[in-house]
């Protein structure tokens, strides 16, 4: 996972994988979660497909990937995250 400055507010979340799941939170790999906690701080809240999200971290969901509500977002394809700085 790599960050990259992607504006004044976000950090683009490079090689992390979005998924969609029927849950209703936004869910992120608890590994990653810890990382980058450690590195921009707590809470983690993320920017996707144009809406908000703040990240539970979970052991189920697989390693660099997070998971967000499905009946938000299309999944035909690729949904980008963003970190907010």
Do not use: C
């Amino acid at each position: 996972m790599q960050l990259e400055s992607f504006s004044s507010g976000y950090w683009l979340a490079g090689g992390v994988t979005v998924d969609t799941h029927e849950g209703e939170y936004a869910l992120m790999d608890e590994t990653l979660y810890d990382s980058l906690v450690q590195t921009i701080g707590d809470p983690l809240v993320g920017h996707i497909d144009g809406l908000h999200y703040e990240f539970i971290p979970t052991r189920n969901v697989l390693t660099d990937r997070v998971a967000v509500p499905a009946r938000n977002h299309s999944t035909d394809r690729e949904l980008l995250l963003l970190l907010a700085k």
